[in-house]
């Protein structure tokens, strides 16, 4: 089957993602403009190859083995931040602390928040992306959505927001969103983003190799309200290891590679902190990082509820 120009073979994921792990994609590409995304999704959909998105790398977890598809990335006209007078046009692969910082610059308020999520605009929007008590659905305006048979918009209420999630398919990308801010003092703007900036710094590690937070917050009763962090810390996971792959000493929701962590050893540090806090509390936690490829949990993982 031969690829479109601009595709590469065998491309290492690892590279593109913070925690340095997973294996390469059959297939990868960096649409710069809408129209080769569509052209890239258009071809998938006839070769019925699957598709795989990376943003920044910062919520994702590759198989060892790799992907057995085409893996996007958005590049160039994707990931522009423009100014609309209080509206922040974006392009999908645009970084949101990116986009936060502008807006501050700009003078405009409501995007703070997004200081604190170290991920793209598209992938904000696909998992509901919500912060330090800021929520995308309040300031987002409007998206477009590329898919195989062209690009439509979409209004947030069309896009099925939950906690962590949207109803968002594997064949749909986000390749704009526009914000909806208002002005207000850049000076004020910069100080809020100042202070929650601050707040991540003491409270989740930094400067490692990591992706986001690990497991959901759960809404289990059990729970008592607690975060999934204060759940594992209560269970005896913070600084637990498992070959290479660590759940860091300074926050137990967030997995560290070490050195050498495969996919693996995450997996693996990921069932064991999960059996402990099941066998402490009786709460099953659920992951909240994103799977790219076919990925085999250890035995530990199938536990009753």
């Known amino acids: 089957m031969a690829a479109p120009d601009g595709v ?8 593109l993602t913070t925690v340095r792990a997973g294996g390469p994609a059959d297939y990868f590409a960096r649409p710069g403009s809408e129209r080769e995304l569509i052209e890239l999704l258009a071809w998938a959909e006839r070769e019925s190859v699957p598709i795989g998105l990376v943003g920044s790398g910062s919520n994702l977890l590759v198989s060892d083995e790799g992907f ?3 893996v996007l990335k958005l590049a160039d006209e994707l990931t522009r931040i423009a100014r609309d007078g209080t509206r922040v046009i974006c392009g999908g692969g645009a970084r949101l602390p990116s986009a936060a910082a502008k807006a501050a610059g700009w003078g405009l308020g409501g995007l703070e928040f997004g200081v604190n999520i170290p991920g793209t605009v598209g992938g904000a929007v696909r998992m509901n992306a919500n912060a330090y008590g800021g929520e995308l ?3 987002l305006g ?3 959505v590329c898919t195989a048979a062209g690009a439509d918009r979409r209004r ?3 896009l099925g927001f939950r906690y962590r999630g949207s109803n968002l398919g594997p064949r749909e990308v986000v390749s704009e969103a526009v914000f909806a801010l208002t002005e207000s003092d850049p000076a004020d703007v910069k100080g809020t983003m100042a202070e929650m900036r601050h707040r991540r710094k003491e409270a989740q590690p930094s400067g490692i190799k990591t992706f ?7 809404d289990d009763p059990r729970a008592e309200g607690r975060s999934a962090g204060q759940l594992l810390d209560g269970a005896g996971c913070r600084g637990l290891e498992v070959g290479g792959a660590r759940l860091s000493p300074k926050h137990a929701n967030f997995v560290e590679n070490t050195g050498a962590a495969t996919t693996e ?4 540090v990921m069932a064991e902190a999960r059996r402990r806090v099941h066998e402490r509390f009786g709460v099953l936690l659920e ?4 799977l790219l490829g076919d990925v085999d949990w250890p035995e530990e993982w199938a536990l009753e509820r």
């Open 212 to 218: 986001g937070s690990t497991f959901m917050n759960p």
């Open 68 to 70: 057995r598809g085409l």
């Open 265 to 268: 050893d995450i997996l693996a």
């Open 8 to 15: 590469e073979t065998e491309y290492p994921l690892a590279r």
């Open 142 to 144: 409007e998206v477009t």
């Open 137 to 139: 659905g309040r300031v």
């Open 156 to 158: 947030p209420e069309e």
């Open 287 to 290: 992951p909240e990082v994103q």
